[in-house]
């Protein structure tokens, strides 16, 4: 399961990560978030050594929300040497993440 990072522990999870980063900003009572979960759970799993998926809820951590301008959840924020690569927004198929995970591998 994809740890819950903070405002606090977000450089150390992401921005200073050897690995890529896949961050989900998600809400508790998002349904497409809901769905995607299991999707990530998967990618966790197939990239266990390659990759690293990290969950922001938008609902505590409005700040990180803010500072990367996520307007709405899901939002996936892929991460490479602490510098954002791309991104996506709503419920996407696994296809999709693991294509923009691909260019970062």
Do not use: H
């Amino acid at each position: 399961m994809a740890k819950r990072v903070s405002k606090d522990d977000f450089e150390k999870e992401v921005l200073q990560s050897e690995l890529p980063v896949i961050v989900d900003f998600y809400s508790d009572s998002c349904i497409p978030c809901k769905q995607l979960s299991p999707i990530l759970g998967d990618i966790e799993d197939d990239y266990e050594d390659k990759a690293k998926v990290v969950k922001v809820n938008i609902n505590f951590d409005e700040e990180l929300m803010e500072k990367y301008e996520v307007m709405a959840s899901p939002t996936l924020v892929f991460f490479k040497d602490g510098e954002e690569t791309d991104r996506t927004r709503g419920l996407v198929k696994k296809a999709e993440i693991e294509e923009k995970l691909g260019a970062l591998l």
